[in-house]
């Protein structure tokens, strides 16, 4: 038997739920849990088409990748193009299983019945739909749909309305080819309860799911007779309205890249004192205090003054190598109106002031803070410096949130109770698996403005 392969799109950006892949759902991303699922299923490949393979190192290690080409993303493409796209590069499977993360409360055992009955070779369907079926008068174009006005028959004789969920569809691959349609000749519409017919396209419908997954918790721990306290509601959507006050970037990574200049300082500096230590090694440790990280990279105490004062003093004299990230300044801009926003940032203050002169000397930051403003002289993943920054704005750390980029970022924001958020654009990878991250700053913009 040839196996099935489930292919599951995901667009890391969304017009009417900012982000809504990536947000917080339980304790896992949305994205996560049908992928979850999915890994669970007999003699099924899973596929994640998606454009940036960053998305992979949230899913589980058996999801396999297939790429999705930038224009797919747009809003104007049509979903029969995107499919058509993804099945035509699915050469070796006879049959596709087509779900969505937005479907994040589908059980596994209600899609493997579903794959029970598309592979029976007793039954006439030639495709499997997620559907919610109803029995109720119903209308349609201001017209009664399943009775007549005349004759309000009992609702048990009422014909029987189908609505797709969207949850799942299976069906052949050359079918789909021929016709651009998930659904065959002769469908069996398979009813899901109301829990996994949420599909999330608004707020109001992430909510709903939140509320769900808290009660299927508390079903399954009142099952298996265990103590608990009760469940809450934990889906993480930030309310921007009444929560945030300060927002908090990293410098390096976040606001402005660097790369180029670190790499060009740290070459020219470890010529001349004759060090053979590659840049890869050293952007390891990248927002870390620079003492710090020659610590970590074993260079010899007795001239480590003198190389960060002679790195610190190549990357003031090639600063131009420095580029912004697309959009930074607007989204700064636009973000200064209705929120504090301020830098945290490993890098020496004197460095920071001829970046923020050159690139940003329009924006009026509330706070820059650098490693000579802390009093404790600790720097990052220690949580001053972050905590600095809000006692001395005068903002609570539970009403910031602190945008960087690498692991360290994450550590400082975590010691210090601030909500965290990981910039895709950087140079980490968001290695937590419940990280609530953007993949540029205009998405994080948007989040925060919408």
Request: charge should be neutral; aromatic fraction near 12%; proline fraction near 3%.
């Given at each position: 038997m040839n196996k099935i392969a489930a292919l599951v799109p995901i667009?890391?950006?969304?017009?009417?739920?900012?982000?809504?892949?990536?947000?917080?759902?339980?304790?896992?991303?949305?994205?996560?849990?049908?992928?979850?699922?999915?890994?669970?299923?007999?003699?099924?490949?899973?596929?994640?088409?998606?454009?940036?393979?960053?998305?992979?190192?949230?899913?589980?290690?058996?999801?396999?990748?297939?790429?999705?080409?930038?224009?797919?993303?747009?809003?104007?493409?049509?979903?029969?193009?995107?499919?058509?796209?993804?099945?035509?590069?699915?050469?070796?499977?006879?049959?596709?299983?087509?779900?969505?993360?937005?479907?994040?409360?589908?059980?596994?055992?209600?899609?493997?019945?579903?794959?029970?009955?598309?592979?029976?070779?007793?039954?006439?369907?030639?495709?499997?739909?997620?559907?919610?079926?109803?029995?109720?008068?119903?209308?349609?174009?201001?017209?009664?749909?399943?009775?007549?006005?005349?004759?309000?028959?009992?609702?048990?004789?009422?014909?029987?309305?189908?609505?797709?969920?969207?949850?799942?569809?299976?069906?052949?691959?050359?079918?789909?080819?021929?016709?651009?349609?998930?659904?065959?000749?002769?469908?069996?519409?398979?009813?899901?309860?109301?829990?996994?017919?949420?599909?999330?396209?608004?707020?109001?419908?992430?909510?709903?799911?939140?509320?769900?997954?808290?009660?299927?918790?508390?079903?399954?721990?009142?099952?298996?007779?265990?103590?608990?306290?009760?469940?809450?509601?934990?889906?993480?959507?930030?309310?921007?309205?009444?929560?945030?006050?300060?927002?908090?970037f990293d410098l390096d990574g976040v606001l402005i890249d660097s790369a180029k200049l670190m790499k060009k300082a740290w070459d020219e500096t470890c010529l001349i004192f004759s060090l053979d230590i590659d840049f890869s090694e050293f952007i390891k440790y990248i927002g870390k205090k620079f003492d710090e990280i020659l610590n970590d990279l074993k260079i010899d105490h007795s001239i480590a003054r003198k190389f960060s004062d002679t790195y610190f003093s190549k990357c003031a004299e090639n600063i131009d190598f420095i580029e912004p990230f697309e959009n930074v300044h607007l989204c700064l801009k636009e973000l200064s109106k209705k929120f504090k926003i301020s830098i945290n940032t490993s890098k020496p203050q004197k460095n920071t002031t001829l970046i923020l002169k050159k690139f940003f000397s329009d924006i009026d930051f509330d706070l820059v803070c650098c490693p000579e403003l802390i009093p404790s002289n600790r720097g990052k993943p220690a949580p001053d410096s972050l905590l600095y920054i809000c006692s001395n704005i005068g903002v609570d750390p539970k009403n910031a949130i602190y945008v960087g980029d690498m692991d360290v970022d994450s550590e400082c924001a975590q010691r210090a109770s601030i909500n965290y958020i990981h910039a895709g654009w950087g140079y980490g990878k968001p290695h937590e698996i419940n990280a609530i991250w953007f993949e540029t700053i205009m998405d994080l913009k948007t989040y925060f403005l919408n």
């Open positions: 667009k890391t950006n969304s017009r009417r739920l900012p982000n809504k892949n990536f947000l917080k759902l339980g304790q896992l991303p949305l994205c996560t849990h049908i992928f979850n699922t999915l890994q669970n299923l007999e003699n099924v490949d899973v596929y994640c088409y998606t454009s940036n393979i960053s998305v992979m190192s949230l899913l589980p290690k058996t999801t396999r990748y297939l790429p999705r080409e930038k224009k797919y993303d747009l809003d104007s493409v049509n979903v029969q193009e995107l499919f058509f796209n993804a099945i035509k590069k699915l050469e070796e499977y006879e049959t596709i299983l087509i779900t969505h993360a937005t479907s994040p409360l589908l059980k596994y055992e209600s899609l493997q019945e579903a794959i029970k009955i598309y592979l029976d070779k007793n039954n006439k369907y030639d495709s499997v739909v997620a559907c919610r079926k109803f029995k109720k008068y119903c209308w349609f174009k201001n017209k009664p749909l399943n009775y007549v006005l005349s004759d309000s028959t009992q609702t048990n004789n009422l014909d029987t309305v189908y609505i797709e969920t969207s949850g799942f569809y299976i069906f052949k691959r050359n079918y789909y080819l021929e016709t651009n349609c998930r659904i065959g000749l002769n469908p069996f519409f398979y009813n899901v309860s109301y829990e996994e017919s949420i599909d999330i396209d608004e707020k109001e419908d992430f909510n709903e799911a939140s509320k769900l997954l808290s009660l299927r918790t508390f079903d399954k721990l009142l099952s298996e007779n265990t103590e608990f306290d009760s469940p809450k509601v934990s889906g993480k959507i930030i309310d921007t309205k009444s929560i945030i006050d300060l927002i908090i």
